[in-house]
């Protein structure tokens, strides 16, 4: 298994100018315990930058583009991200991504959460960011 500070490579997130939480999958992880950790440490940024300002809610770009056609998501990621406790603290996410697999999956998990009305699926970031400065 890849160390922390590996998988740690594989992902940006941070807060840009307009408050929006940028998120960027660099890296498909194709192992279960490699992708499982992923989702842990990109869970972990998330719930840093929500922290550092109690009661604030945010919006989340989500690319996933990157990563390409996206094709594995262990089981153990998809149960850590439909009872991640940092998405009631996210107004709305968009995700731009061309991975039907990866469509599939944030879809099923925006409903499991009661997301779904503010989960929205893009094919560029620029579409993306209007429709959450909106």
């Known amino acids: 298994m890849k160390s922390d500070q590996e998988l740690l490579k594989t992902i940006q997130i941070d807060l840009d100018e307009n408050e929006i939480i940028n998120l960027v999958y660099l890296e498909d992880q194709l192992d279960p315990d490699n992708n499982t950790r992923q989702v842990e440490l990109m869970i972990?940024?998330?719930?840093?930058?929500?922290?550092?300002?109690?009661?604030?809610?945010?919006?989340?770009?989500?690319?996933?583009?990157?990563?390409?056609?996206?094709?594995?998501?262990?089981?153990?990621?998809?149960?850590?991200?439909a009872r991640a406790p940092v998405f009631k603290e996210l107004?709305?996410?968009?995700?731009?991504?061309?991975?039907?697999?990866?469509?599939?999956v944030v879809l099923t998990i925006s409903i499991v959460t009661g997301k779904s009305e503010s989960v929205k699926w893009f094919d560029n970031k620029e579409e993306a960011l209007e429709w959450l400065k909106k």
Not at 55 to 69: E, H, M, Q, R
Not at 91 to 104: D, P, Y
């Open 91 to 104: 107004l709305k996410i968009a995700v731009v991504s061309e991975s039907f697999l990866m469509k599939t």
């Open 44 to 81: 972990e940024g998330l719930a840093e930058i929500v922290s550092k300002h109690p009661g604030k809610k945010f919006n989340l770009l989500a690319d996933l583009t990157p990563i390409g056609s996206g094709t594995y998501m262990s089981d153990r990621s998809k149960e850590i991200l």
